[in-house]
């Protein structure tokens, strides 16, 4: 089969398309072939060497890839005989979804929603992420909450669940076009990090940037009620945060990161995800659908910032 595999850490350039043995599934695993592949950020960051302090061995060569859709086409001993013919979605924390065919545990098989595969990709994930990052924020109808990265994958679906709430959403983008695409999503206005102060006084802050905008958006929060939700970090710098305007205005800090959920948390956010999504509440944008051979430029178009939505591959 076909795999986009990087031989090294580096630049998207280092994803090459090969050719490896097909996978077998082993006692109590399924085989799927493949019909798409999610591309998520933290793929970017195993593929630069950026988390190698949280996966110090990854094995070289490393076929990227953390989510898939597609149909059951073998099982191995002790798994289901009935999953066969099925469509599911399928996570990995171990890598392996750029590729034709995958192989998962059964028992962590997804039945595929009633949504087109690359939609429901952009659900699983970064919708499960949306929704968990919501709840820790504990919006309330009629509150201000600046949304970063406000048309990526997470951010575009956090605007519309804000939206949904009742929330008065302000939506951090980088360009004119992005910030039209954001009002679409119901922001109620668009800024870039360098005119902030035209948000006005916020209740909270989903950031995802990191560097000093953290600590630039810790000055729009109200003392006392305001908090920050931290929920990743596109740029190379870690979130800036001024201890003394934490204390001294009372705000809060607040962490989420959904790979460290336990199953019986994440669950219930996935399962709402999808609901919301079947009653059209979420309504992902799919930035690009490119072949396989075209990773790296999904991934460079990630990385620069001229993109919007979910990004998937197929074979």
């Keep these: 089969m076909r795999a986009v595999r990087f031989h090294d850490y580096g630049p998207p350039a280092t994803l090459t398309l090969d050719q490896v043995p097909d996978p077998e599934p082993g ?8 019909v798409a592949a999610g591309v998520n950020f933290s793929d970017l ?3 630069s060497g950026a988390l190698r302090a949280w ?4 094995p070289l060569p490393f076929t990227a890839g953390h989510e898939v859709a597609g149909t059951v086409t073998a099982v191995g001993p002790g798994a289901d005989p009935a999953l066969l013919g099925r469509r599911v979605l399928a996570l990995s924390p171990t890598g392996g979804g750029y590729a034709e065919l995958f192989v998962s545990p059964a028992e962590a098989l997804v039945p595929a929603p009633d949504l087109d595969e690359h939609k429901a990709l952009a659900v699983l994930t970064q919708g499960t992420t949306a929704v968990g990052i919501l709840d820790r924020a504990a919006l309330a109808p009629g509150e201000t909450v600046l949304v970063t990265a406000a048309t990526g994958g997470v951010g575009s679906l956090l605007v519309q669940l804000a939206a949904h709430a009742g929330a008065t959403v302000a939506a951090v983008v980088d360009d004119g ?16 990090p360098d005119t902030l102060e035209d ?9 995802s940037l990191g560097g000093p905008f953290t600590r ?10 305001g908090r920050l939700v931290m929920y990743g970090r596109i740029t190379d710098r870690p979130h800036e945060i001024g201890s003394e305007t934490v204390y001294l205005r009372a705000l809060s800090i607040l962490g ?11 669950v219930p956010l996935r399962d709402r995800a999808f609901a919301l999504a079947a009653e ?14 075209e990773a790296a430029a999904a991934h460079e178009a990630i990385e620069s910032r001229t993109s919007v939505g979910k990004h998937i591959l197929v074979p």
């Design 216 to 225: 630039a958006a810790l000055g729009l929060l109200q003392p006392v009620t």
């Design 280 to 293: 059209g509440v979420l309504d992902p944008i799919v930035g690009s659908v490119r072949p396989l051979a």
């Design 199 to 207: 948000a006005g006084p916020v209740h909270a802050v989903l950031d």
């Design 256 to 266: 989420f990161a959904s790979a460290l959920l336990p199953p019986e948390r994440l």
């Design 177 to 192: 076009q992005k910030a039209e695409t954001a009002l679409e999503l119901g922001a109620r206005v668009a800024v870039t």
């Design 45 to 47: 960051q195993l593929r």
């Design 27 to 34: 006692p109590g695993e399924a085989l799927i072939e493949v």
């Design 55 to 58: 996966a110090p061995d990854l």
